[in-house]
């Protein structure tokens, strides 16, 4: 079959491999920018999302100019400061302007059914009242356990009280078309019931880590006189 | 055969999806969106008509010890191209194919054209079995999803059509409804154009 | 992730099987299952296949791809490595169990793109698995797909064709039943947490 040697099959495998891998590893370069731009901006934007419209009610600025492109930067800078933060692939953001704090928000991380996911919690300065949600990157199933992106879902997590009575409240779920008649009820979306409970999990465990860490910071700085 | 021939053949009489039940898993995936199954559609089509002109091209120098690893990296060197140039110019897009984007990689249908077709047939021949193959596999899925998105979410394209009176089906919704309309599919071309072979 | 590797085993069996829960790995599913033999056949072959190269690509990605930052490329190495683990299985098939080579066919050398192994490659990365419950998680699925393969396979054996409709017989009617054990095996979702 191979009057050549055995020696061509894997020169050949290594000539193919090095000619696509050197492509993909140049267009990949050529894009790494662009790519990082454009999750760095649309992150900024979600975040600034969280506040926008308290920042509009306040007469600071209107949510056009908030989240217009050119702005985003600058806006962001100008707001929202990153916390000192011992916890790994999490971030903390104090949101002010330079004359009140108008809140909080913590980047978290967890489990859902296909992978991993982030979410920003927005909370007021307080800390003991979710402001906002935005579930930033995740992998569910599109059109499924995705749509935890969406308005609906996500907007029934604005002004829930996270304690109780000095205890963190436990959310639970309940049918997508059922009207909540307490107060920790969430309703999930329906034939996705993992990834809805993901999120409840996601929440319950982080924000406990984010207490113990950022009150120790603040305290620590408090402490010092800074 | 002629380059129509080969293309309509492809496409329609030896539709991959549904004469040679190729493409299945992608097939209950994405098919709970039109705009999902159309992109997906587009990614297929683009990478498995340049690869198949790819393989195509170095067949006769392709030892057929390392055939399959060859013809493998190629198609998965076409689809990540894909995924880069979606995620840097089209970001909303891309996160909506999101993890789809591997699945395409190991989508049958490449492999599958690649192996029968590609392999002993001449490039531009190969590249339009391909874009038949890619063509015919976006209808089908465009098809199966205009069922599951007017049935589960009441819209098309993302666009209203039943008013808020319409209860959504829930199965519709989940993958095991493909599962049914793709049958129903099979049955209704089977009778329809096959009878005297079934 | 805290999930015993016995657990996560019979957990990828049962309740988070490969096959039925996450729908990967269908087209060989729905066209080897028409016949006993070829499906057993088959469905220790990819098990074999996902047992290997679960341990196989968890080495290349912790040992290769992080160290060296080429994470990007993890698609292109999974899928050679499996093409390659394939390959080699062709060959040894072929000399030694000639008769299977025959009945597997184009299937074979599709085992390489059955989403089931790329997907579980993919899922252990990303649910971070240890190397210890890849093997367990990679088997268990290995096991996962060669039930459910049997089972269709088996079902299909017992139900007399003739009585399903001629544009239905064969694929058509394969695709009804997995639908059918699909939404069954809805009901052991949750059961296990697997992340």
């Known amino acids: ?226 | 055969m002629t380059k129509k021939e080969i293309f309509l053949v492809s496409a329609f009489k030896e539709n991959s999806v549904i004469r040679q039940i190729l493409g299945i898993c992608s097939s209950l995936a994405v098919t709970n969106l039109m705009m999902n199954s159309l992109i997906m559609g587009l990614g297929v089509i683009f990478s498995v008509s340049l690869a198949n002109l790819t393989i195509s091209y170095i067949r006769n120098w392709t030892p057929r010890s390392v055939r399959m690893m060859v013809q493998t990296l190629i198609i998965a060197a076409y689809v990540i191209i894909v995924d880069i140039f979606l995620k840097a110019n089209m970001p909303d897009i891309s996160k909506q194919l999101g993890p789809y984007v591997g699945l395409i990689i190991t989508n049958c249908i490449l492999m599958g054209r690649a192996e029968a077709f590609a392999a002993k047939n001449k490039p531009i021949d190969s590249f339009i079995d391909g874009l038949g193959a890619g063509v015919g596999y976006t209808i089908v899925l465009l098809l199966i999803a205009s069922i599951r998105e007017l049935f589960g979410f009441g819209t098309l394209f993302g666009i209203s059509i039943m008013g808020s009176w319409w209860t959504k089906w829930s199965i519709m919704v989940m993958a095991p409804s493909a599962f049914f309309i793709l049958a129903i599919l099979v049955w209704i071309i089977n009778n329809r154009y096959y009878s005297s072979k079934a | 992730m805290e999930i015993s590797s016995f657990v996560l085993f019979w957990a990828a069996i049962f309740t988070s099987n490969i096959l039925l829960t996450n729908f990967l790995g269908m087209c060989s599913y729905l066209s080897v299952s028409k016949e006993v033999e070829s499906s057993f056949g088959l469905g220790m072959a990819v098990f074999f296949v996902l047992t290997v190269t679960s341990a196989l690509n968890w080495i290349v990605y912790h040992k290769v791809l992080v160290p060296l930052g080429l994470v990007y490329l993890q698609f292109v190495f999974f899928i050679i490595v499996i093409a390659a683990f394939v390959q080699l299985l062709e060959l040894v098939v072929e000399r030694y169990a000639p008769a299977l080579y025959y009945t597997l066919g184009i299937f074979l050398p599709l085992i390489t793109v059955n989403c089931a192994i790329f997907g579980v490659s993919l899922f252990l990365i990303i649910r971070k698995y240890s190397f210890i419950q890849s093997i367990a998680f990679g088997a268990g699925s290995g096991v996962g797909w060669l039930v459910a393969i049997l089972m269709l396979a088996g079902i299909r054996n017992r139900m007399k064709e003739k009585f399903v409709p001629a544009g239905l017989q064969g694929a058509g009617i394969a695709l009804i039943i997995t639908g059918i054990m699909a939404l069954a095996f809805i009901g052991f979702s949750g059961i296990v947490n697997v992340q």
């Open chain 1, 1 to 226: 079959m191979n009057e050549k040697s055995q020696i061509y099959p894997i020169l050949f495998m290594l000539a193919i491999t090095i000619i696509f891998v050197g492509i993909l590893a140049t267009m990949f370069r050529l894009y790494e920018p662009k790519i990082k731009r454009n999750e760095e901006q649309s992150y900024q934007s979600q975040l600034l999302l969280l506040f926008a419209n308290t920042l509009e009610t306040k007469g600071i600025i209107s949510k056009d100019n908030l989240l217009k492109q050119e702005n985003l930067q600058e806006n962001f800078s100008k707001f929202v400061h990153k916390l000192p933060l011992d916890l790994p692939e999490r971030n903390a953001y104090e949101v002010k302007t330079d004359s009140e704090v108008l809140g909080y928000c913590y980047d978290i991380l967890g489990n859902g059914l296909w992978g991993s996911m982030r979410a920003l919690l927005a909370l007021e300065p307080d800390k003991k009242t979710i402001l906002g949600l935005v579930v930033y990157s995740q992998m569910e199933t599109p059109g499924l356990g995705a749509r935890i992106e969406e308005e609906g879902f996500r907007s029934q997590f604005s002004g829930r009280a996270l304690y109780e009575n000095g205890k963190l409240v436990d959310l639970v779920l309940i049918p997508e078309d059922q009207k909540p008649e307490r107060d920790n009820e969430i309703r999930q979306i329906t034939g996705a019931t993992i990834t809805s409970s993901s999120v409840l999990k996601m929440i319950k465990d982080e924000i406990v880590k984010f207490d113990m860490d950022t009150l120790t910071t603040h305290k620590d700085k408090e402490e010092k006189g800074l």
